[in-house]
């Protein structure tokens, strides 16, 4: 765990996509980014592993880029 306490965003009622809170990524490369970024991060697992963890997400989703997936496959061979 973390040795202090995070602030808290307020609490989201209602419809969250219009209530200005903030979004989680949408995929893993915008994920990656948001991570490699974070200070939270970096104060939580010190810079070392935050360095490390960052680098090893971001070779992950380069192996991910480099593989068309079932999904692709399909859609891009659908007929009308």
Do not use: C, K, M, N
Not at 7 to 23: F, V
Not at 33 to 59: K, M
């Amino acid at each position: 765990g973390l040795d202090s306490e995070l602030p808290l965003p307020p609490e989201t009622i209602g419809d969250a996509y219009s209530s200005g809170a903030t979004a989680l990524p949408r995929d893993l490369t915008e994920a990656v980014r948001t991570f490699t970024a974070s200070p939270v991060a970096a104060a939580a697992f010190g810079d070392d592993v935050h360095r490390h963890l960052a680098a090893l997400a971001d070779h992950e989703q380069q192996l991910f880029q480099t593989v068309v997936t079932d999904w692709e496959r399909i859609h891009g061979f659908e007929r009308a």
